[in-house]
């Protein structure tokens, strides 16, 4: 299960740094098995589009180059 954390906090890290790029960040709460919490910060924080840069990047991401069975959910 190591692995796994180190491989979802490494892709983690570079979709961070796509979001830094436009105002925003993440930030990782926690990881519980398969589902990963996290935390939508900057201009992401904000975005009337936090919803489709949460499923549709960054979990797509995750589930295309981790494990097609992780679920990403957003905490407030």
Do not use: N, W
């Amino acid at each position: 299960m190591e692995d796994f954390e180190a491989t979802v906090i490494a892709k983690l890290g570079e979709l961070r740094s796509a979001l830094q790029g436009h105002g925003g960040d993440l930030e990782l709460v926690s990881m519980e098995g398969k589902t990963i919490q996290l935390k939508l910060r900057g201009a992401c924080g904000t975005c009337p589009h936090a919803a489709e840069t949460l499923k549709g990047y960054i979990e797509a991401a995750l589930r295309s180059e981790v494990d097609p069975e992780i679920e990403v959910v957003r905490v407030m």
